[in-house]
C-alpha cells in the first residue's frame, strides 16, 4: 500500500517542472526532530519531502521536490523555513 | 525611470492581489514597482479555482477581448460521496453568466502583469524580497537578493505565508486550523470529452463541489473545474484535521479519484500537473493588521478569503486596488503615516469583502465542531435516502423508510441530533444577524 502511494506521488512530481536551487531553503531544527514522537512533516508535506530513518535516526529533507506550500512550517515550529532564492524552485504551468 | 534605489511604491508580490495595486498606481501617475519571486508571474500559484467577473472587471474593464479565460462557469453541482454512491445537485442557469471564469495561473497571472507593464508598472521578476526594512517604525523599502530598495509606500502582496507581514509584526503565525492545505491535480481530457462528460458545450463550464467519500468527518471539500481541453481536481483540507489524523494529502487525493463517480469524469485523463498550495481559512478573525506607518497587506497575505462561498481571488483583485487608490490619496497628502493608511482599512469596511468576512467569522469554528455529521453523516443518510427511493426489488416500501427512519435516530443519538441543530441553528443566524 506504502509502496503504491509513494510511486503515484512520485508520478505526480515528475510532472512538475522546477528550477531547482542548489541551497536549501528547508532546515529543520535536527536535535528537535531526534526528541519528535509526531514527526508531522513526514506526513503533511503533499511532496513527502521529510523522510526520517528510524535505525540512523537521521531525517532527509528532498528540499527540491518542495511544492514551498508552507504546511510544515504551519504544522511545525521548528522548521527554519524560507523560500527558493529568487527564481529558484518550483514552476507551475498548468495550475 | 528608477533611479537612486528610490521608487514611489514598491508591491511585493505579482498575484491577483499584487498586480491590481500596482495597476491602479501607475494609473494614478505614480512609479511603481512589482517584485515577483517566481521566473514569471503565476509560476508559484495555484487555486481551486474561479476569477470572479464583477472584479476584474474593475481593473480590466476590457479583458474579455484578449484575456487567457478557459470557461465561464455555468452549472455549480454539489455532489454527496458515499462509499460507491452519490447525489448531485445541479444549478444551472441558461441566460448568459458571466459570474465566474476558470483560468489558468500560470496564464491569467502573467496576462494580468502584462496589461500592467503595458501601463508603466516596472515588473521586476526573479526577485525575492528577503525582508522589510523599517526606520523609525516606518516601512520604508525592501532587501532583495541583491540590493536595498527604497518607496514612499510598500505594499505586502506576498501570499498566504507572507513572512514580510510577520517580520514587521503585523501578523502572528498562522495556527493549522486558519488554513486549509490544497493538493490539485491537472488533468488533460479532450474538450469533446469534457463536454459531454460534463453535460456542457464549448461556452460552458463546470464546477463541482465534492462532499464526504474519503473527506468524511474531516472540515475538507472536493473540487472539479472544467478548463478548455483539462480539468482541475482537488481537495482543500483543513491542515489541523490532516494533522490531527494524519493523512497524507496526496492519499486522500488518491481516494478522491478512485471514488467511482469522480473517477468516470476523469477516466483515460493524463496528468499534466500536481500542485499543492495554502489557503487562508481564518477569515476574520484571524486578519492581521492591515497596514502600518509606509505599508499594507492585501489579498491572501491579510486573509481575505471566504471559504464558504469559494472566494479569495475578488477579494485580492479589489483589496489590491483599494491599497492602490489609498497609496495616490498619501502622495496628494505627503502623509504615508499609519494615520493616513488606515483609509485603506475603511475602504475594505465599506465593501462588501469586511462585511462578509464578518458575516461568515464564527461559520468555520461552527462547522469545524459538527464535520463528522454536517461533511459526512448527512451526506451519506442523502445518498442512502435515494437508494431506497430509487430501488424496486420486490420488498415493500413501509417497512424501509421505517428502518431507515430509525436507523437515522439510532445511528446518531439524541444528544448529537439536539446539537448539530442547534449549530445548524446558530449558522443560519449567524449570517442573518
Known amino acids: 500500500m506504502c509502496d503504491k502511494i509513494s510511486e503515484n506521488l512520485d508520478n505526480k512530481l515528475y510532472k512538475v517542472k522546477y528550477n531547482t536551487d542548489s541551497e536549501n531553503h528547508l532546515i529543520p531544527d535536527v536535535s528537535k526532530c531526534l526528541q519528535c514522537v509526531e514527526k508531522i512533516c513526514t506526513i503533511i508535506c503533499p511532496a513527502n519531502v521529510y523522510n526520517y530513518n528510524e535505525s540512523e535516526k537521521k531525517m532527509t529533507v528532498s528540499y527540491e521536490k518542495c511544492l514551498e506550500c508552507g504546511a510544515c512550517r504551519i504544522a511545525c515550529r521548528h522548521i527554519n523555513w524560507k523560500y527558493p532564492r529568487s527564481g529558484k524552485g518550483v514552476v507551475y504551468k498548468n495550475s | ?433
Open chain 2, 1 to 433: 525611470m528608477v533611479c537612486n534605489n528610490k521608487t514611489d511604491v514598491i508591491v511585493i508580490g505579482a498575484g491577483p492581489a499584487g498586480v491590481s495595486a500596482a495597476i491602479t498606481v501607475a494609473r494614478g501617475g505614480k512609479k511603481v514597482i512589482l517584485t515577483e519571486r517566481g521566473n514569471f508571474a503565476g509560476s508559484k500559484n495555484m487555486y481551486g479555482g474561479v476569477i470572479y467577473d464583477h472584479a476584474v472587471k474593475e481593473i480590466f474593464p476590457d479583458y474579455l477581448q484578449s484575456a487567457p479565460v478557459e470557461r465561464f462557469v455555468s452549472n455549480h453541482s454539489y455532489m454527496l460521496l458515499d462509499n460507491d454512491e452519490s447525489t448531485t445537485i445541479t444549478y444551472k442557469n441558461h441566460k448568459e453568466n458571466r459570474n465566474a471564469f476558470v483560468s489558468i495561473r500560470a496564464k491569467w497571472d502573467k496576462w494580468c502583469v502584462e496589461q500592467a507593464i503595458k501601463e508603466g508598472v516596472y515588473f521586476a521578476p526573479d526577485t525575492l524580497v528577503n525582508g522589510l526594512i523599517v526606520e523609525h517604525g516606518k516601512v520604508v523599502g525592501i532587501k532583495t537578493d541583491l540590493e536595498e530598495y527604497y518607496a514612499d509606500v510598500v505594499i505586502i502582496a506576498d501570499g498566504v505565508n507572507s513572512l514580510l507581514a510577520k517580520q514587521i509584526g503585523l501578523r502572528d503565525e498562522i495556527k493549522p486550523k486558519q488554513t486549509a492545505l490544497g493538493v490539485k491535480e491537472v488533468i488533460k481530457l479532450s474538450e469533446e470529452v469534457i463536454n459531454q462528460r460534463f453535460g456542457i458545450n464549448s461556452t460552458q463550464g463546470a464546477a463541482y463541489e465534492l462532499v464526504g467519500g474519503p473527506m468524511t468527518g474531516m472540515l475538507a471539500l472536493g473540487f472539479i473545474y472544467t478548463n478548455k481541453n483539462s480539468v482541475s481536481l482537488g481537495i482543500g483540507a483543513s491542515l489541523e484535521d490532516l494533522k490531527s489524523k494524519k493523512i497524507r494529502p496526496y492519499e486522500l487525493l488518491e481516494e478522491l479519484k478512485s471514488h467511482p463517480s469522480v473517477a468516470e469524469l476523469i477516466k483515460d485523463g493524463e496528468l499534466l500537473e500536481y500542485s499543492a498550495h495554502l489557503i487562508p481559512e481564518g477569515g476574520y478573525n484571524a486578519m492581521p493588521k492591515l497596514y502600518t506607518d509606509g505599508a499594507m497587506v492585501v489579498g491572501d497575505a491579510a486573509m481575505l478569503v471566504n471559504n464558504v462561498h469559494f472566494e479569495g481571488t475578488n477579494m485580492a483583485m479589489l483589496s489590491g486596488k483599494y491599497a492602490g487608490e489609498t497609496a495616490l490619496e498619501a502622495f496628494e497628502k505627503g502623509d504615508f503615516s499609519s494615520d493616513m493608511l488606515c483609509l485603506y482599512r475603511k475602504k475594505l469596511e465599506n465593501s462588501f469583502i469586511l462585511k462578509d468576512l464578518k458575516t461568515y467569522k464564527s461559520v468555520i469554528d461552527i462547522l469545524s465542531t459538527r464535520t463528522g455529521s454536517f461533511l459526512g453523516y448527512y451526506p451519506q443518510k442523502v445518498c442512502e435516502f435515494f437508494n431506497i427511493f430509487t430501488t424496486a426489488d420486490g420488498v415493500e416500501k413501509h417497512g424501509k423508510f421505517v428502518k431507515f427512519t430509525k436507523d437515522f435516530f439510532r445511528k446518531r443519538s439524541l444528544s448529537e441530533l439536539f446539537k448539530d441543530g442547534i449549530s445548524a441553528v446558530k449558522l443560519i443566524f449567524g449570517v442573518l444577524k
